[in-house]
């Protein structure tokens, strides 16, 4: 996982895409996409293998927009999260909890 850099912005861009992520309101918090996704026991297990700064980011991220969404506001348009700037960090521990997952049940099949 050292040598792994996280993937910046979407695969495709798209008009349809950028417009849908930026209605979808977490960017105004200044979350990425991989703060939002729901916290299955994959996710969690992938947030668990983050390394520390990386963990202490993501917290930093939630608990302002959590923050912000008590008192109702946003951040200043400038401090949104971009659409071509959503770094992917949770992708790869994902694929790989998810990979070790299906390898598991394959065994458990077959044994």
Known sequence: MASYIA???????????????????????????????????????????????LYDERNYRIMRALHLSMTKTILPKEQWTQYEEDVKYLEPY???????????????KTH
């Open 7 to 53: 993937r910046k912005g979407p695969l495709v861009f798209s008009s349809l895409g950028k417009w849908a992520y930026n209605m979808s309101g977490f960017n105004q918090y200044g979350l990425y996409r991989d703060d939002c996704l729901y916290e299955n026991e994959d996710v969690t297990e992938a947030v668990r293998r983050l390394p520390r700064k």
């Open 94 to 108: 994902l694929k790989e909890v998810i990979a070790e997952r299906e390898e598991r049940e394959q065994w458990n």
